[in-house]
């Protein structure tokens, strides 16, 4: 029997630090993106949003299979964490080119925005995929991984956090000696230190679970995720968190004319920070209740917390944030609850295929929490042209006030319930994965291992 391999804290922080860093570029694109090009490049909404929806038609096919390819590599780093040494500086550039406001006519600058939003999103899969598949080779030990995953998904709503906390402050400081906003100059500074963190992560997390010594194939991935149907259920209901991905984007628009200081949009990245400390707390829960029940419950709370919101308006900033806070605070405990769940469907696959393919399962969750993104901020641009918002205005009508507000309370209520009715399909519950842990240790005690045809 193998023994139980235990992770250092200090391997946790780091692994945490990547995610932060990683995350610095995945909020502000997420969160930024989309006014930088219709109110600093000049871009059309609609045009923006053509541009998120062909780079997810890309990632549908680009997401698969890199991670097919990183199933059947190993290197003297191991299968993942090489992955992890090149991907800061792919992510910095990228993300810097991204927020680079050429000097051109408006079809140069819609042709330019999506070359560089594209390959953004085909380099940080070549980051996000090692990234968390490198949680289940960190460690042999249920427990263990949880506290990987955790760590993992700390870092990313830290990072998220981060952009919405000191984004708008550093554009704020460097708008005068810029003619962008300070977009560029903010951009620079903030994935500086993210890739420090990354790189950080990469020299202390290691990899001390063997990688198998059967050869996988390209084949054998695909297959593997074609059997894993818990992991659809579960990526379904990710997907849904594209209408809070879509309040994100609107966050800025909504504290530009509804409350008039965009300032306090770093409040959400301070809401954010202190919500992802929740995470610390999922292990606990998870000793107690199964995942799937309290991923339901939480979801039913983010619903009759986001309906309050709509009824009691935005008149009082203590009540908006307080309501916003526990939003977030439910988003991000389910992120802990999405990731785990994920997890626990490796094995699930690995049981009706003979083989063990971490990245093609997590390929899914990037590919899926791009597509969230990418499509959430292209549906911006559509549900701001129905609601008639005028860009560089300096005022907007009560409708679209009313349009805005709407947005950012009511329209991730519809999401929640969404992934609600998805995870009530979910069946894969703690007590069949021990089962399958269990058969899958008996299958390893065999000798010889017979495959399945």
Known sequence: MSTAIK????????????????????????????????????ISALAASTIFLIARAWDAIHDPLI??????????????????????????????????????????????????????????????IPFWSVSSVMSN??????????????????????????????TAFFAPYSTDHGYFLAVLVMMIIGMLLMLNGFFNVKERVPPSA??????????NLWHNKPLFIVLASFFCCILHNMANGIYIYFFIYNIG???????????????????????????????????????????????????????????????LGLSALFMTMNGVFTSA?????????????????????????????????????????????????????ATQTPAVLSGLFFGISLLPAVGSVLRMIIMWFFDFTEDKHAEINRLLAERRAAQPVVNTP
């Open 7 to 42: 992770i250092p804290q200090k391997e946790l922080w780091s692994y945490f630090g990547y995610g932060v860093g990683q995350c610095f570029s995945f909020g502000l694109v997420g969160s930024f993106i989309n006014y930088f090009y219709t109110d600093v490049m000049g």
């Open 67 to 128: 991670a097919s390819v990183m199933d059947t590599l190993n290197s003297r780093f191991g299968k993942f964490r090489h992955f992890m040494l090149i991907a800061p500086f792919l992510i910095t550039i990228m993300t810097l080119a991204s927020f680079y406001n050429i000097d051109a006519p408006v079809s140069t600058k819609i042709i330019y925005a999506g070359v560089t939003y594209i390959l953004w999103g085909t380099l940080y899969a070549i980051s996000d």
């Open 141 to 170: 030990e249920p427990r263990e991984r949880t506290k990987a995953v955790t760590a993992a998904v700390l870092g990313v709503n830290a990072g998220c956090a981060c952009a919405n906390i000191f984004f708008p402050r550093l």
């Open 214 to 223: 059967e050869k996988v194939t390209m084949r054998d991935t695909f297959r």
């Open 261 to 323: 200081n965009v300032g306090l949009q770093a409040v959400i990245g301070v809401i954010g920070m202190v919500a992802a400390l929740a995470c610390l707390f999922a292990p606990v829960l998870t000793r107690h209740y199964k995942k799937r029940t309290l991923f339901l419950v939480i979801c039913a709370l983010d619903v009759v917390v986001r309906i309050i919101l709509w009824f009691s308006g935005y008149h009082s900033l203590t009540l908006l944030f307080i309501l």
């Open 341 to 393: 769940m994920i997890v626990d469907t490796i094995e699930y696959a690995e049981y009706h295929t003979h083989k063990r393919c971490a990245a093609i399962t997590f390929s899914g969750q990037t590919f899926t929490g791009k597509m969230s993104v990418a499509v959430g901020g292209g549906l911006i641009g559509v549900y701001l042209t129905l609601i008639d918002y005028v860009p560089q205005a």
